[in-house]
């Protein structure tokens, strides 16, 4: 009974110093961990057990619920946010994937060129352009050769023209003499024919 009466007003004497360093000790560290600490510093030893006072019990109880419970409000949030964010980040993947889609049309549009209704590469309608160009200047280099190998033909044929003219001119002279010279023997003739009759 001794053991109980002195168990007794030692707990009772430990309770009154836990009750007034509880006051004291709010002022401090307010986590789990340090409550915890606190509780098992605080509390009396008992033969090999610790005595803790029943109302700091309860308190650490109702404040580990409470951390709990706004640990749970903070993963909560954290997981709102992070599917929002997943959200965001498809939404602007989307979007990436349908910038990228325009960025290769218009690409796309500035490497084409529409030739003949078609839509043609640049590099294909120049290298195009400039067989065509090279075509055409082959078949300009063409004609103008013809037409100096012409224009040298029609020179000779015309100085051979003016030539035979020239002698045809000559011939006409000659036998135009030969002509006016034979008629003249002819009448010399005829008049000395006449003479003599």
């Avoid at 006072?53 to 997981?79: A, C, W, Y």
């Avoid at 992070?82 to 960025?103: G, P, S, Y």
């Avoid at 034979?182 to 003739?189: F, I, P």
């Amino acid at each position: 009974m001794k053991k109980s009466l002195s168990s007794l007003i030692l707990f009772l004497f430990l309770c009154g110093s836990i009750f007034a360093q509880e006051e004291d000790s709010q002022n401090i560290d307010n986590s789990i961990n340090a409550q915890f600490t606190e509780l098992i510093e605080d509390a009396n030893n008992y033969q090999e057990y610790k005595v803790v006072k029943h109302n700091k019990l309860l308190q650490l109880q109702k404040n580990t619920v409470n951390e709990i419970e706004g640990l749970n409000k903070t993963i909560q949030s954290s997981s709102d946010t992070i599917q929002n964010q997943r959200k965001e980040v498809a939404q602007l993947q989307q979007k990436l994937n349908q910038t990228k889609e325009d960025l290769e049309n218009v690409t796309q549009e500035k490497d084409d060129i529409s030739f003949l209704g078609m839509a043609t590469n640049k590099g294909t309608y120049q290298t195009t352009m400039w067989v065509i160009i090279l075509a055409l200047v082959l078949i300009l280099l063409f004609f103008i050769y013809k037409f100096k190998n012409s224009n040298v033909l029609t020179k000779e044929a015309r100085k051979n023209l003016a030539e035979n003219e020239a002698e045809f001119e000559e011939y006409r002279k000659t036998a135009l003499e030969k002509q006016q010279k034979l008629g003249r023997m002819l009448q010399d003739e005829k008049n000395k024919q006449a003479n003599k009759s």
